[in-house]
């Protein structure tokens, strides 16, 4: 039995992850910014960007899975947790980041990029697992787009969406074994386009709206069309598909 401190086990990831680890038989301790608490899983309060609490969530912690992340600060906020981890002598530091972290000209993709680096350079023996785009995200986004009445897609933008469990029992895999540095990406099924994700979540919740196709600008937008998003050689595949996860989730 392990003990293992999952950073971001609130967060959609990290809820899948949790079970997965308790039914493996380990101590699960999960870092968020506020209280909870649980039979099973001890909770701790600090932040990853702060650093507050970090080095006590750390104590006695022989693998860190390290989910905590929000649209901005990843890098940092790796940072301060690899730092703490090396303090404290953990033995492996499993670190989920995204497709396109090395290619994709973004804000959030550099930072993933950068939150990489450290730990890679934190002495800490580590797995950096790259998954695309959660259905979850791509669900919300689209929700969130449907309120409009004519919505904007850019054209030539293709996603491989991959079930958040499908990342889940991936990352329990990699972390209950030996380090083993960057591992093949994790993608969802299929390829699809921007559009088609579109109308299927359209015909899924009954909503009648327009398309409109517009062009993504600047490096952005080249590197969307040209599928540096993707990952379409050698990586592991996920089982849940788009269509299935959204049968699940619209009835
Ligand atoms: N969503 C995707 O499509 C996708 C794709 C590839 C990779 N990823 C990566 O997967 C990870 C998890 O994503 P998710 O979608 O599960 O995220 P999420 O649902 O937004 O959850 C974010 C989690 O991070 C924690 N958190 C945020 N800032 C923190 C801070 N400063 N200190 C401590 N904890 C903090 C939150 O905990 P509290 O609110 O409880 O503090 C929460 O548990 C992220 O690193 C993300 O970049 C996501």
């Known amino acids: 039995m392990k003990t293992i401190l999952v950073t971001g086990g609130t967060g959609t990831l990290g809820r899948q992850v949790t079970p997965l680890l308790l039914a493996a038989g380990h101590r699960v301790r999960v870092l968020s910014r506020k209280p909870h608490s649980s039979d099973q899983i001890e909770y ?7 650093n507050e609490g970090i080095d006590s969530a750390m104590a006695g912690a022989h693998t860190v ?28 530091f499993v670190y989920i980041s995204v497709i396109g972290a090395n290619t994709l000209p973004l804000g959030y993709f550099k930072s993933k990029f950068g939150a990489e680096k450290a730990v890679r350079d934190s002495g800490v023996p580590w797995t950096i697992l790259r998954a695309a785009q959660f259905h979850e995200l791509t669900l919300t986004v689209l929700q969130k787009m449907a309120k409009l009445p004519v919505v904007p897609i850019p054209g030539g933008v293709r996603l491989q969406p991959v079930d958040s469990r499908d990342v889940a029992a991936r990352l329990v895999e ?4 030996e380090p083993a540095g960057l591992v093949p990406d994790l993608a969802g099924p299929r390829v699809y386009e921007l559009k088609e994700l579109t109308r299927d979540y359209l015909k899924a919740s009954r909503k009648h709206r327009l398309m409109m196709q517009i062009r993504m600008p600047g490096r952005a937008g080249r590197a969307y069309r040209s599928g540096e998003n993707l990952s379409l050689d050698g990586a592991t595949i996920g089982k849940v598909s788009w269509d299935a996860f959204l049968a699940e989730q619209i009835r």
């Open 44 to 50: 701790l309060v600090g932040d990853a960007l702060t």
């Open 65 to 92: 899975i390290h989910l905590a992340g929000g649209p901005k600060g990843d890098d940092e906020a790796t940072a301060n947790v690899a730092k703490a981890a090396r303090r404290a002598g953990v033995q492996h």
């Open 174 to 177: 990699l972390a209950l074994n």
